[in-house]
């Protein structure tokens, strides 16, 4: 994918988005797509906090993507709410059945549940044995979903969510890496009979085209994040052109990232959203940038836009070689950002 324009924010000049940036390092409260804390920077920018978080094995072209949705947030126009609150999963990582219980707990009201499954190093008995303990803990009624995020291959996906579908599940999101693979895994299950919907995330946001997926008829929904897309207006268009139901979810940020996201979702017209988004993965994080954390309660978040709490942010801290690795990593973006104009 290009890197898309600001949408209307200009590109600061570096030494203003420098003066604004903050990096921080915060503790995960279970390890989380194989990482224990998260680093971010967190701008204080005119019109609000905004978040810079790639994660630290992307490159830069892909991050620049990222940077750009921070400048959007912090230096650009946000639109106008739709709604006050916006429903959100509980997301369960690849944790052990016994713990699912105590996951479930920091989501208080959640009515779906978001499960990883195929991690590396765990096997399908596994993941059936936490699907299992989910849909034991939270009731026929609830909703419930796995997200594989790409690690199986299609017979892989095949076999697993042939065992999975007895916990009438939701939907799978991104069981196959590919889309030529997801629409494949996608005619094999309906071949077969099996009701499951595939919902597309990295085929997404880290797709060289986002509407690949849509185009090939290879998901039922799909998944967006606004900072991997490259802000909120970028994903707005990607959403309207892909004619598919939403799901709106966060890529593990701080609450600033996150009123970015839940920004994203109380935009769009009503019945765009397919269901509770992934915004609540703040309950995940043992630590924030802000007081007025921005943690589900009843099953949702309200909709706003907390002030950075000056106290954390010097709390978390980092090295001084991770702060300047981020410091590198936000110029070599914006000189990105620069060039593509
Ligand atoms: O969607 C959710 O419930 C939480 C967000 C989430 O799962 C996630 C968070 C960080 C990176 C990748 C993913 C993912 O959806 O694959
Ligand atoms: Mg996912």
């Known amino acids: 994918m290009a890197i898309d324009s600001l949408h209307g924010a200009p590109l600061p000049p570096l030494d203003e988005l420098m003066g604004a940036a903050r990096v921080v390092s915060i503790p995960t409260r279970t390890r989380f797509r194989g990482i224990s804390v998260r680093e971010a920077v967190i701008f204080d920018a005119p019109h609000g906090p905004a978040e810079f978080s790639p994660f630290t094995e992307y490159a830069f072209g892909e991050s620049s993507r990222w940077l750009a ?19 959100v ?7 052990s059945a016994g713990s699912v219980a105590d996951v479930l707990a920091r989501f208080p009201g959640c009515r779906t549940a978001k499960v990883k499954v195929a991690e590396r190093g765990q ?21 419930v979903r796995v ?3 790409g690690g199986w291959s299609v ?10 579908a007895e916990f009438d599940l939701d939907y799978a999101e991104q069981p196959c890496a590919t889309v030529p693979e997801l629409a494949d895994l996608r005619a094999r299950l309906a071949r077969a009979g099996i009701p499951m919907r595939i919902a597309a995330d990295e085929s997404v946001r880290k797709a060289e085209d986002p509407l690949a997926v849509a185009r090939a008829g290879a998901a039922d929904l799909i998944v967006v994040k606004a900072q991997p897309l490259g802000g909120i207006a970028p994903a707005l268009a990607i959403i309207e052109e ?20 839940l920004h994203l979702a109380a935009a769009l017209p009503d019945g ?35 002030a950075l709490d000056a106290g954390a942010l010097e ?11 981020w410091q590198e990593r936000v110029s070599r973006c914006h000189a990105a950002l620069t060039e593509a104009g």
């Not at 949705?69 to 429903?87: H, M, S």
């Not at 999963?89 to 944790?95: F, H, K, L, Q, S």
């Open 123 to 143: 096997s399908l008995a596994d993941d059936v044995a936490r699907v299992r303990s989910v849909r034991a803990a939270m009731g026929a009624d609830a909703r």
């Open 89 to 95: 999963n509980a997301t369960v990582p690849a944790v």
């Open 147 to 149: 997200d594989a995020n």
């Open 315 to 325: 709390r978390y801290r980092p090295t001084p070689d991770r702060e300047r690795w």
């Open 272 to 306: 765009a959203l397919a269901g509770a988004c992934g915004l609540g993965t703040v309950a995940l994080l043992d630590g924030d940038v802000v007081a007025d954390r921005l943690l589900p309660e009843g099953g949702a978040l309200r909709v706003r836009r907390p």
């Open 155 to 164: 017979d892989e996906a095949f076999s697993a969510l042939t065992a999975l």
């Open 69 to 87: 949705a921070a400048i959007e947030f912090g230096w650009g126009e946000t639109p106008a709410a739709r709604r006050d609150t916006v429903d």
């Open 242 to 261: 892909a004619q598919l139901p939403v799901i709106v979810s966060s890529a593990l940020d701080t609450s600033v990232g996150i009123s970015m996201g």
